[in-house]
């Protein structure tokens, strides 16, 4: 049986600089191909690091980036979940609207779109994001969707703006939630 593979979408908000370490090398210890695509500002942090090139290496694929030319294969294998981690507020709210403007939101508004595929989602937002005026119809149409949504006070409590810098991300839950929408 062929490994089950990871989409994993990142946006820049912070914990992206940890996917490597954090979500891409525990998923591939679990048995998983992990296959990733950036939006193109997490693509240019993710660059500005070098770890662009070093998730390039560990998972033997390439980044993705921007969309691939009509007719050309995709360089990434058949996707078995995806996670969008981390999401930003804007990420969230426009896979809720299905605001395909990038590669990174086209394949996961697919995804939602098609209900094939299971989509976990953690929302990186801090409590001024939460209060937006429309924050919770976006999260509400992506949960009526049947997108898994990795938040709440037990997962992530919610901070004010520049108010907990270096705050992990909840890692564990994050891959407890991957794992089990792939089983569903």
Not at 26 to 46: D, F, H, N, S, Y
Not at 73 to 98: F, M, Q, R, W
Request: charged share 20%; with cysteine; glycine share 8%.
């Amino acid at each position: 049986m062929a490994a089950p593979v990871l989409g994993l979408v990142g946006s820049a908000a912070g914990g992206l600089e940890e996917i490597l370490p954090k979500l891409v090398e525990p998923m591939i210890e679990r048995g998983w191909r992990v296959a990733v695509t950036l939006t193109p500002t997490a693509a240019t942090w993710l660059k500005a690091t070098g770890d662009f090139d070093k998730i390039e290496q560990v998972t033997g694929l390439p980044v993705r980036v921007k969309p691939r030319l009509p007719g050309e294969e995709s360089p990434h294998p058949k996707i078995d979940c995806y996670a969008v981690v981390p999401a930003t507020s804007n990420t969230v709210g426009k896979l809720a609207l299905g605001l395909a403007d990038n590669q990174a939101l086209t394949q996961v508004c697919e995804a939602i779109g098609g209900g094939t595929v299971p989509v976990v989602v953690f929302p990186r937002i801090n409590a001024a994001h939460a209060r937006q005026p429309s924050w919770d119809s976006h999260t509400s149409a992506l949960t009526r969707a049947g997108v898994h949504l990795v938040m709440g006070d037990d997962v992530w409590p919610l901070h004010e703006p520049r108010s907990a810098p270096g705050k992990q991300l909840p890692w564990d839950a994050i891959i407890d939630a991957i794992v089990s929408a792939a089983q569903r």
